[in-house]
C-alpha cells in the first residue's frame, strides 16, 4: 500500500518550518511522498492577506524541487477557483483520483488546527478518507487538548521552530532579512516579484 501525507496550506508564503515538519513526519510514518496543497480560497483565513493562488503554487514548487519525495498538487487552485476550499473535499477529490491505485491518505494538521477541527466542513468524515495525523506548533500542548477527535489522531513531534509566514510578511515590508526563514529559491521569488511589500 502507498501511503501519502497531504499538508494542505495557504503558505502564504512557504518556509522552512513547513519542510522540516513535513520531512519530519514523512521519515517517522514511513510515507511515500508529502503532496503538498496550496489553498486556492480557505475559508478560515482573511483573503485579504492572500498574494496570487498562483504565486503561492510556485513558491512551494521551488522550495520542494530537491526533495524526491516531495510533491505539489495544484488540486484545489484548478478545481475550486473562487470558490472556498474545504478539506474534505480535496480529499474526496484525491480518493477520486487515486481510485484504482491501492492509497492510504494521512492528513497532517497542527495542533491548532486539531483545536478548531469541529469548525471545519464534516469534519468526522475527514477520519473515513484519511488517518490524521497532527504536529505540535510553538504554544500548544498535547495534554491541553481534551476534545472528541484528539483520541482519534496520530501525534508527531516535529522541530518547534517559531517561523510563520506572518512574521516573514512582516519582515519583508520593513525590509529585513528572510534569508534561512525560507529556501533561497524562495526568497529569489519574493523579492524578484516584489511580494509582500504593501501586506503585513
Not at 3 to 11: A, D, P, R, T, Y
Not at 13 to 35: F, G, M, S, Y
Not at 128 to 133: A, D
Not at 172 to 193: D, G, H, M, Q, R
Amino acid at each position: 500500500m502507498k501511503k501519502i501525507g497531504i499538508l494542505g496550506g495557504v503558505f502564504n508564503p512557504v518556509h522552512t518550518a513547513h519542510l522540516i515538519a513535513a520531512e519530519e513526519v514523512r521519515e517517522q510514518l514511513q510515507l511515500d511522498k508529502i503532496l503538498f496543497i496550496p489553498s486556492a480560497n480557505p475559508p478560515h483565513k482573511d483573503s485579504d492577506e492572500l498574494i496570487d493562488a498562483e504565486k503561492r503554487l510556485k513558491m512551494v514548487t521551488l522550495a520542494v524541487s530537491g526533495n524526491k519525495h516531495f510533491e505539489v498538487s495544484d488540486i484545489e487552485i484548478t478545481t475550486q477557483g473562487n470558490a472556498k476550499s474545504y478539506t474534505i473535499d480535496t480529499l474526496t477529490a484525491l480518493k477520486e483520483k487515486y481510485g484504482n491505485e491501492h492509497v492510504k491518505f494521512c492528513l497532517i494538521i497542527g495542533m491548532d488546527q486539531l483545536i478548531e477541527l469541529h469548525t471545519w466542513k464534516d469534519p468526522e468524515k475527514l477520519f473515513t478518507l484519511s488517518e490524521v495525523v497532527v504536529i505540535n506548533r510553538p504554544g500548544y500542548s498535547a495534554q491541553e487538548i481534551q476534545n472528541d477527535f484528539s483520541k482519534k489522531v496520530t501525534f508527531v513531534t516535529v522541530p518547534n521552530l517559531e517561523i510563520s509566514s506572518s512574521h516573514i510578511r512582516r519582515r519583508v515590508k520593513e525590509n529585513k532579512s528572510i534569508k534561512y526563514l525560507v529556501p533561497e529559491a524562495v526568497e529569489k521569488f519574493i523579492t524578484e516579484n516584489n511580494l509582500y511589500k504593501q501586506r503585513l
